[in-house]
């Protein structure tokens, strides 16, 4: 089993960051992917932003310049920090991790955006 903590998120005005960290621990190979999604009220769950193992990482055209994706393959911890952020980014992030054909998720996060 693997399990994912996260932490960060909150209220922040337009423009401002913010920066998420979700810590994986549990059974954990190397040849995984972790990173985000986010869902907002009404709406679907979306990707955010990926990184492998490897540091491949991938975005959603919307956070592109904007967001970036790191992780610590020795802490098991990916990062995600958010800058510039608009008040469409207020939602709940959910951290996850993807390995030999599986999909764990975080508890989720409360990110918001307003002045």
């Known amino acids: 089993q693997v399990q994912l903590v996260e932490s960060g998120g909150g209220w922040v005005q337009p423009g401002g960051s913010l920066r998420l960290s979700c810590a994986a621990s549990?059974?954990?190979?190397?040849?995984?992917?972790m990173g985000w999604h986010r869902q907002a009220p009404g709406n679907q769950r979306e990707l955010v932003a990926s990184?492998?193992?490897?540091?491949?990482?991938n975005y959603a055209d919307s956070v592109v310049g904007r967001f970036t994706v790191s992780r610590d393959n020795a802490k098991n911890t990916a990062y995600l920090q958010l800058n510039s952020l608009k008040p469409e980014d207020t939602a709940v992030y959910y951290c996850?991790?993807?390995?030999?054909?599986?999909?764990?998720w975080g508890q989720g996060t409360q990110v918001t955006v307003s002045s």
């Open positions: 996850f991790l993807r390995q030999l054909g599986s999909t764990y």
């Open positions: 990184i492998t193992g490897g540091g491949i990482t």
């Open positions: 549990g059974s954990i190979n190397d040849f995984n992917a």
